[in-house]
């Protein structure tokens, strides 16, 4: 009985990592949608709150200079 007892926890306990590892790997999936254009976006505006409004324009300018590089 002690035997099937530890089966079953430990069958459990499988389930239970292979759950969290569909999770972290769905979490990631999401992750990767994103493009740089984005994250540097995203960077930008979490960034550039602190900046005044001359050196948000430079930023601006530079990554404007930079895209039309490519």
Do not use: P
């Not at 590892?21 to 550039?48: G, Q, V």
């Amino acid at each position: 009985m002690r035997i099937l007892e530890n089966r079953t926890k430990e069958s459990k306990r499988e389930m239970d990592i292979l759950d969290a590892l569909d999770e972290i790997r769905e979490m990631t999936r999401a992750d990767a949608k994103l493009n740089s254009d984005d994250l540097f976006n995203f960077i930008c505006k979490r960034d550039t709150s602190e900046m005044n409004m001359n050196e948000q324009q430079l930023m601006h300018n530079k990554f404007v200079e930079l895209r039309r590089k490519r």
